[in-house]
């Protein structure tokens, strides 16, 4: 048990980057302490909160990033920033502390960003790495009254509210606070019982060494996202079979299944299922290359694709393809 608990702890602690559809947790740095003090140094974000000073100062945020760095590496607390993925701006925080009590989950998000479901994306990706990552067995999340809106997201996230308590720091010690809570065994549950969704995708190579990329058009779920081109495996389809289907549909070019070399795969959890996606490598086929369904092409050079914003799925298969071509 004690190996065990070790090997949980460095996993939690090694962890610098959590990614979501459209945010990217990463743990703060000193970097981060202008922007920390123009998206704190609001009384609408600190209000709400039990320790975010007002106002909001530069010593502040420097003492904030020093501690969170300190808790990282003694595994007592894990903070990460909300980073927007296409836009690359910090927009808030989120931590999970490894200590018990009413209050080892928490966040904030900058007044602009409301209201978007960043919380609640940013929520579900630190709840997987409390469980999945860093051992916990319950987190619980403690919610200012006058805050409902906090409530819902932790219940997007799949917390429950358990009771009341006015025995909490700062700000809400001042009042009943509703404290909410999730345990690790009902997180493992919906998790196992999530719906697998098997899709294909390939690297299309071109003589110097490119490969295509496909960016996925407005109103499509993760729009402006740069992806390999593919699709889902129907039924009566192998992954093959379903990756020729769909590159004539979205590019109109013929492959046929001997042109297609199997490489690597993926398997991610999204929030409604969870994504196995096999990548397949492609240097040969017939026709001019077309965006079919509104999608913008580009060829990059494998050693810079981990510069474009891409989906959670994605991202792990880059470092693999850089070092192959």
């Not at 719906?195 to 190579?205: D, R, W």
Request: with cysteine.
């Amino acid at each position: 048990m004690a190996e065990m608990a070790c090997m949980s702890m460095m996993m939690a602690v090694n962890i610098g980057v959590l990614d979501t559809p459209r945010l990217r947790l990463r743990r703060v740095t000193e970097n981060d302490a202008e922007r920390l003090v123009k998206l704190c140094d609001d009384w609408d974000v600190a209000q709400h909160t039990a320790l975010i000073p007002n106002p909001y100062t530069h010593k502040d945020a420097q003492a904030f990033i020093e501690a969170a760095q300190i808790d990282r590496n003694t595994n007592t607390r894990h903070v990460f920033v909300m980073e927007r993925r296409i836009e690359g701006d910090l927009i808030g925080c989120i931590e999970v502390n490894m200590a018990d009590g009413d209050n080892t989950f928490g966040y904030w998000v900058g007044k602009d960003y409301w209201g978007q479901g960043f919380a609640t994306e940013a929520a579900l990706a630190a709840v997987r790495f409390a469980f999945h990552r860093a051992d916990k067995d319950q987190l619980a999340a403690a919610v200012h009254p006058n805050n409902p809106s906090s409530g819902r997201v932790l219940e997007k996230a799949g917390f429950v509210k358990s009771h009341t308590s006015s025995d909490l720091q700062g700000r809400c010690a001042e009042v009943n606070a509703d404290v909410y809570v999730q345990k690790a065994p009902d997180w493992w549950e919906r998790e196992n019982a999530k719906p697998k969704l098997l899709v294909t995708a390939v690297a299309l190579i071109d003589t110097d060494g490119r490969v295509l990329m496909a960016k996925r058009p407005k109103g499509k779920s993760m729009a402006g996202l740069w992806e390999f081109p593919g699709g889902k495996v129907h039924d009566d389809e192998t992954p093959e079979t379903a990756l020729v289907r769909e590159l004539k549909e979205e590019l109109d070019i013929d492959i046929t299944e001997s042109c297609l070399a199997p490489f690597t795969f993926a398997s991610h959890v999204y929030e409604g299922f969870h994504l196995i996606m096999p990548l397949y490598l492609c240097r040969t086929w017939k026709g001019t290359l077309t965006p079919m369904e509104g999608q913008e092409l580009k060829w990059v050079k494998a050693v810079r694709l981990n510069q474009l914003p891409m989906p959670p799925a994605d991202i792990p298969l880059v470092a693999m393809l850089a070092d192959y071509i």
